[in-house]
Structure formats: structure tokens, C-alpha cells
């Protein structure tokens, strides 16, 4: 029986590529480097900030420009994360819905800590979730399952309790690492074949489905 559920962000519970590709062309064009389309944005994110940035910027990039194009897309990232991003449409609710029924909530994604923190409070109000963590230094990230695990003895539940619910392979490998029921959403920033080569133990279309894979239980 689920009596927990770990949330990735972006993606999963906060639509957010229109702020980070934005703030990832600001970035990118002051150092002079050519715009990224927010397809090739989108197929960059996930495995963290550092990843990211090295995705978009061109091939053979210095790693001390790199270095100074992070600093900066993070800083223009940190004023503008939360002017165009929202909850998914149908997420707010299902969250609700889980709070209500005494299934414990947490957040747990590589984008930095304190981003993660202000996205999640700020479009997710009302909800007690048991933790809410970002990328956090010392600690390795997805698809690394220490947060995972640290969630979990938060939790005071076994891992095989939780249902960890994302939208990437990086997510479902989060799952199978922490032993964790595994859940991909198909309304973020990744596709069906990318989540079931990843083994994800369900796949759901509509935050309303992910209820249904918690009674499959």
C-alpha cells in the first residue's frame, strides 16, 4: 500500500521551460552564443543547472566560460523563475486530493534548493508537504537516491510504500535506485519512449490517473 508520494518539479508538478529557456537566452547572449529554441531547452533539463548549461552552450566552450555563464543564468534565472510558471492544470488538485486522504507529500528535484522552495510554496500554497528539496551541495543528485531515501526516513515510511512520480527517465531511475514505485507523467518535458525504456512502473496521462496507480496498490 502507497502512503507517500515523492514529486519531481519541473515538469511534474510546475510548468516552468518558458521561464528557464528565457533565462537560459539571456544568458546565453550576453556571452554571445546563439539562442536556444525552447524544444532544445526542454531536452536539456533535468539532470541539473551545471548539465544544463553545458548542454546549450556550443561544443569546445571553455569550462571557465561555462562556469561564468551558469553564475549568470542563475542569477537572471533566480529574478524571473516564477513569472510565467504555474502549477499543471489538474496537479494542484490531485495533491490536494492525496493530503486529504493522509498520504504523505515531498518534492524532490535537481533544480537548486532554494528555487525549488519558492516554485513549490508559491503555487502549492496550502499543501504540508514532509519535505521540499532541491539540488542541495554535498548531496548528489538524481538519479542518485539519497534525497530519496532521506525523504523516505522523513516519512518514517519504507520505500516500497512511496511512489516517487516524475516525468523522466532520470525520475524512474530515482525510483528503481531508492526502490520505489516508479510513475511517469506524460505531460512534461519528456515522451512515452523515453519513460518506458527507463522501466517506469506506470505511466499516467492526467495528474487525475496518478490515483488510480496508488489503488492498483
Not at 499543501?127 to 542541495?136: D, P, T
Amino acid at each position: 500500500m502507497i502512503k507517500g508520494i515523492i514529486f519531481d518539479l519541473d515538469g511534474t508538478t510546475i510548468y516552468t521551460i518558458e521561464d528557464l529557456a528565457d533565462s537560459v537566452n539571456m544568458a546565453l547572449e550576453e556571452f554571445g552564443f546563439p539562442k536556444k529554441t525552447y524544444a532544445e531547452v526542454t531536452a536539456a533539463i533535468g539532470r541539473g543547472s551545471k548539465k544544463l548549461i553545458e548542454d546549450v552552450t556550443p561544443e569546445g566552450t571553455p569550462a571557465e566560460i561555462q562556469k561564468a555563464v551558469l553564475a549568470r543564468y542563475i542569477e537572471i534565472y533566480r529574478e524571473n523563475l516564477d513569472v510565467k510558471s504555474h502549477a499543471y492544470e489538474g496537479m494542484y488538485e490531485s495533491v490536494r486530493d492525496f493530503q486529504e486522504k493522509g498520504i504523505k507529500l515531498a518534492v524532490n528535484s535537481n533544480k537548486p534548493d532554494d528555487m525549488t522552495k519558492r516554485l513549490i510554496y508559491k503555487c502549492y500554497p496550502d499543501i504540508s508537504f514532509v519535505a521540499v528539496y532541491g539540488s542541495r551541495e554535498g548531496v548528489l543528485n538524481k538519479p542518485d537516491p539519497s534525497t530519496a531515501n532521506e525523504i523516505a526516513a522523513m516519512m518514517g515510511l519504507d520505500n516500497s510504500e512511496i511512489m516517487y512520480v516524475g516525468d523522466s527517465d532520470v525520475d524512474i531511475r530515482t525510483a528503481k535506485n531508492a526502490h520505489m514505485v516508479s510513475c511517469g507523467c506524460l505531460w512534461g518535458y519528456r515522451d512515452l519512449k523515453n519513460l518506458k525504456d527507463a522501466g517506469a512502473d506506470y505511466i499516467v496521462s492526467k495528474p487525475e490517473e496518478i490515483a488510480r496507480c496508488l489503488d492498483d496498490q
